[in-house]
Structure formats: C-alpha cells, structure tokens
C-alpha cells in the first residue's frame, strides 16, 4: 500500500530564509505527487502537482518541488519565505486504486518576523 | 472559479444525534470525496464517489455513511455521532480521467464538528 511521511512535524524559519519540506512516499510504479497548503482555519490549496516530465516542478506563491525517484523523495522548497506562508503543508501520492490520494501527516510552517 | 462548499464551518451535536454535512460542487466533477483530518494523522479518507449513487468505502468508514443523489452533491451522514468522531472533515471533488492517472482533487473550507 501506498505511505507518505513527513518527518517534520513542525519547522520555524525566520521570514527572507529559506525553507526545504522533506517528503517521502512508498509506491511501487511511476508516483502522481501533490503539495497541498492549509492557511489556518481553511481547507486545501493546491501548489503544485508531478505527474511526469521535467522532475522539478514549479507552483504557487513561489514553490517548486523536485521528484527523486533514487529517494523516493518529492521535496518542497522556497527560496525565501512571507510571513504569510505560515500554514500546514500536506503530501499526499495518488493510490493505486481509484482516484484517491494518500496525505503525510502534514508539516506546520511558523514564520518568524 | 473551481468552487466546492460545505453547508456548516462548525457544528456542536450530542452523542447520539444523526448528523448530516452536506458538500456541493459547482464544476461537475465525476469523483467526491470525504476526508477527516486530525493532529498528526493528516487526512484520512472515510468515503468516496465516482459517480451519482455509487459509493466506495476509503479507509476509515466505520461509524459513517454517505448518499450521493445528484452530482453536485455528496452527503456524509454520521448515523449516531460519538465523541471519537470529533474532528474536521473535509470535502473534495476532482475530475474523471478515462485514461487513468488522477487528477487535482480542490477542497471545501472544512466543517469543524464538535461531539459532546
């Protein structure tokens, strides 16, 4: 069965630094991989998504994410982070059955001023 | 505008009550889903649809039940709320692909619900 883990559970970077979102899956053929945003209080914005092609894939607000197959690994990075990008951020992999996703557990971003 | 409500952002019921959230999309989307999401757990997947009046169970169904009678419209029905069932849920909706793969699923803003 398909997983995702987020090791971080929380992650507080100072506002102009820059952030890494660590993701892992566990799936046995080509991944369907998505970063999803939670503002507080809200429900799931889309950033970006992988489905095949150029491995490092740019979004919203300044995201992009890079797919190593070797790692198993669909990183989200920002070079230089907003105060408004304090928010949960979700991994999830499209399973093999149906249309579903898988979701990781989610990392919480703190901004400091 | 991709667009998908759902009728409460909070609700406080008893145990026992029967509690309806009602989720509506407005992009006719083929698939519908419910999720709860939890502290550290992340979201986790009670029901599905792919289809009006089809249904498929996700992870987590126990305790809970759907209807889905037009397409825009996907319920989640708790028969006899629990504590254990506070949380937040979550809709979403996404596309069909006939080829396979899968497609953006776009979120509701959540319903908090609260058991006593």
């Known amino acids: 069965a398909q997983s995702v883990t987020q090791p971080d559970i929380h992650i507080t970077v100072s506002e102009g630094a820059s952030l890494e979102l660590r993701c892992n899956y566990s799936y046995g053929a080509t991944p369907y991989l998505f970063w999803y945003v939670q503002s507080p209080g809200q429900g799931l914005q889309l950033l970006l998504k992988y489905f095949s092609g150029d491995t490092l894939v740019q979004g919203i607000k300044g995201f992009e994410a890079e797919f190593k197959r070797s790692q198993s690994s669909f990183n989200l990075r920002k070079p230089s982070v907003h105060w408004s990008d304090a928010a949960e951020y979700f991994c999830?992999?499209?399973?093999?059955?149906?249309?579903?996703?898988?979701f990781g557990p989610g990392t919480r971003l703190s901004v400091l001023p | 505008d991709v667009k998908v409500t759902q009728s409460s952002r909070y609700l406080v019921k008893r145990t026992g009550e029967k509690v309806f959230l009602e989720c509506v999309q407005d992009m006719d989307h083929e698939n519908m889903f419910w999720y709860r999401q939890d502290p550290g757990l992340g979201l986790r997947l009670i029901y599905f649809?792919?289809?009006?009046?089809?249904?498929e169970k996700g992870d987590i169904p126990e305790g809970y039940s759907v209807s889905r009678e037009k397409k825009e419209r996907f319920s989640l029905i708790l028969e006899s709320a629990s504590t254990n069932q506070t949380s937040m849920y979550l809709c979403?909706?996404?596309?069909?692909?006939?080829?396979?793969?899968?497609?953006?699923?776009?979120f509701g803003p959540g319903t908090r619900l609260l058991v006593l």
């Open positions: 979403a909706s996404s596309l069909s692909l006939t080829a396979g793969g899968f497609e953006t699923q776009y």
């Open positions: 649809s792919y289809d009006v009046k089809m249904k």
């Open positions: 999830a992999v499209g399973a093999t059955y149906g249309q579903n996703f898988v």
